[in-house]
């Protein structure tokens, strides 16, 4: 198989997928999203760029946001919300941060594979994105990927399907959007 043949059949994979969402778990984070005060987010590794993203469309939307470990990423307060991406929902810095934001009073919403992880079990709002990965203790799905290649690309898609919802719900345009974008670069 060539290259072009591979990528086609990732995105017929992530096709198939996709109707493993459910619509009410997506909901209840994008009203999490809109009644946050400050939206604080972290992921590991591929994980964590999608996440990364996902914030910067987010502050494109005019939210208060800030990636976790960032020298400029504040103190969180109640009212918060803090946002992780974690494939497997044990990756032991996320633990960490999801303990931490409980104990503060934060809101704590996780984008995971596993709704029995230990992140997901002290979470607010629980997200499941189909996927597979070595890390589980249980694959219901089978991936022609490698690892947790199939949950960290359908979270970056997933992110990008949010804010369009989160565009139409708060009359955000391109434009305004466009604005907001950064001329540091
Ligand atoms: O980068 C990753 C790895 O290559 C697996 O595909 C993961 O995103 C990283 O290890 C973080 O893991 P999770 O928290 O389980 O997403």
């Not at 009359?171 to 540091?184: F, L, P, V, W």
Request: hydrophobic share 40%; net charge negative; with cysteine.
């Amino acid at each position: 198989m060539s290259v072009t043949q591979h990528t086609q059949a990732i995105i017929e994979e992530l096709l198939s997928f996709v109707p493993y969402e459910r619509e009410e778990e997506l909901e209840r984070l994008v009203h999490a999203i809109l009644q946050a005060k400050s939206i604080f987010l972290s992921g590991a590794g591929r994980s964590g760029v999608a996440i990364r993203g996902f914030t910067n469309r987010l502050l494109h939307l005019g939210l208060s946001v800030h990636l976790v470990g960032e020298i400029s990423c504040p103190r969180t307060a109640q009212g918060d919300l803090l946002i992780l991406g974690s494939g497997s929902g044990t990756t032991s810095s996320l633990v960490a941060l999801a303990k931490k934001a409980k104990s503060n009073g934060v809101t704590l919403a996780l984008l995971t594979m596993d709704n029995e992880s230990e992140i997901a079990q002290i979470a607010d709002v629980v997200v499941v994105l189909p996927g597979v990965s070595p890390k589980l203790k249980e694959n219901k799905l089978t991936s022609i990927q490698p690892m947790g290649s199939a949950f960290e690309q359908l979270s970056f898609l997933t992110y990008d399907g949010i804010i369009l919802e989160l565009m139409a719900r708060m009359e955000e345009t391109n434009e305004t959007m466009h604005a907001r974008h950064t001329d540091m670069e």
